[in-house]
């Protein structure tokens, strides 16, 4: 097939691309012309503490990634090898990544269909199972898909009843809610992310975040290569270099002023999809759990290809041919090849998900028309 030339499809359309507001410039010179632009100083704390206005949680370390935050949580809990960590298989590799680099072992759990998060009746059953065994998991790590935040009060109670900390991969969850409150609260840690695909970005960066201060000030000090109080330097164990830079600190904080704002938008363009495509047969918009507020981070669809006339590989390339980007959902980590042997309980729903699922254009800037030449590619790919 050749390609149509980018006049007549018009500017090409990304999944998720960064969002600027106009403020990130100024916020930037004002760091360079204070001079502070090592991993410390007033614009980092400011980022941490607009981490912790947006989130609510009181304590907040501002990190090099999403992921390097997930690392240090891990250290922080003291995850070694052999330990068991237990996770939903319907997530992005960076969620246990970390833990399995630290010899854990990752045990992947189904999701549950009204929510595509960790299945909270699994957790209890399988926790119960363990225990019989006597092989509890170190910690459980249920993740925020799409932005909607996993049932954490049914996910605590279960982990509770055994002593199980939890840690809440919120890397997609910003700006989400359950019961009023902001996804992740409530977990003993929480990792953000500010890649450049998420609602908000600082260019790159993450933060940890949790109730217990001294939970941060361990992983505050692992962070910045464990330095032991001297005045040579004097190291009683390694650590890790991921602290945020200042520069991108100050572009986070220009962009989570924005936040509220974000969400609304990305949960405007589902609703106009949702609306705009009702008529089309074998489409399946994500669901929005009952315990909260999601902020369609990423508008994902299920296809049925017998009602549709088209499965969702097909619907991508239509999309990609008129210059927008799709992508499938993620494909389940135990169906990942690093992954092939470990252990899981359950993951029908992870799979179908996986086999049915399109996350269509979501960004926050994406204009009326850029929809709308999305909406038309996805009503032109309907062979029903
Ligand atoms: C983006 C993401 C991460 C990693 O965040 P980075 O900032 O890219 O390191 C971890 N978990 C999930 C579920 C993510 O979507």
């Known amino acids: 097939m050749t390609e149509a030339p980018a006049a007549a499809r018009g500017a090409p359309i990304p999944l998720s691309p960064p969002h600027l507001t106009g403020r990130e410039g100024a916020a930037l010179q004002a760091v360079l012309e204070s001079g502070w632009v090592a991993p410390a100083g007033p614009a980092i704390a400011a980022f941490e503490d607009a981490v912790a206005a947006a989130t609510g949680f009181p304590h907040v370390l501002a990190t090099a990634s999403g992921t390097a935050a997930l690392h240090l949580a891990y250290r922080v809990l003291g995850i070694g090898p052999g330990d068991e960590v237990w996770a939903p298989g319907f997530t992005f590799v960076a969620t246990v990544a970390p833990a399995v680099q630290m010899g854990a072992v990752p045990r992947f759990l189904d999701v549950e269909p ?169 489409l399946a918009f994500m669901p929005e759990a009952p315990w909260g507020r999601a902020t369609r981070w990423l508008s994902a669809v299920l296809v049925d290809p017998a009602r549709f006339g088209a499965g969702p590989e097909a619907l991508r390339l239509a999309l990609a041919a008129a210059g927008a980007e799709s992508r499938p959902v993620w494909k389940p980590l135990p169906a990942q090849p690093v992954f092939r042997d470990a252990p899981r309980a359950g993951g029908a729903v992870a799979e179908s998900l996986f086999a049915a699922g399109l996350c269509l254009p979501s960004g926050s800037g994406m204009t009326e028309a850029e929809q709308e030449r999305v909406i038309a590619a996805i009503r032109g790919a309907c062979r029903a």
């Open 114 to 282: 009204g929510s595509w998060t960790l299945d909270a009746d699994l957790l209890r059953r399988e926790l119960a199972a363990a225990a019989r065994r006597g092989r509890l998991p170190r910690c459980v790590v249920p993740v925020d898909i799409y932005g909607q935040a996993a049932d954490l009060d049914a996910i605590l109670a279960a982990c509770g009843r055994w002593g199980v900390p939890v840690l809440s991969d919120s890397a997609e969850g910003l700006g989400a809610t359950i019961r009023g409150r902001h996804a992740g609260r409530g977990a003993r840690l929480a990792a953000f992310s500010f890649n450049g695909n998420k609602i908000v970005t600082a260019g790159g960066g993450g933060a940890l975040a949790s109730d217990d201060p001294v939970l941060i000030a361990r992983a505050r000090h692992l962070a910045s290569h464990a330095k032991d109080p001297a005045p040579h330097y004097q190291h009683s164990e390694t650590g890790h270099a991921y602290g945020m830079s200042s520069l991108l600190a100050a572009v986070g904080a220009a962009q989570l002023a924005a936040l509220p704002q974000r969400v609304a938008r990305r949960r405007a363009v589902f609703a106009r999809y949702a609306e705009a495509l009702a008529d089309l047969p074998g």
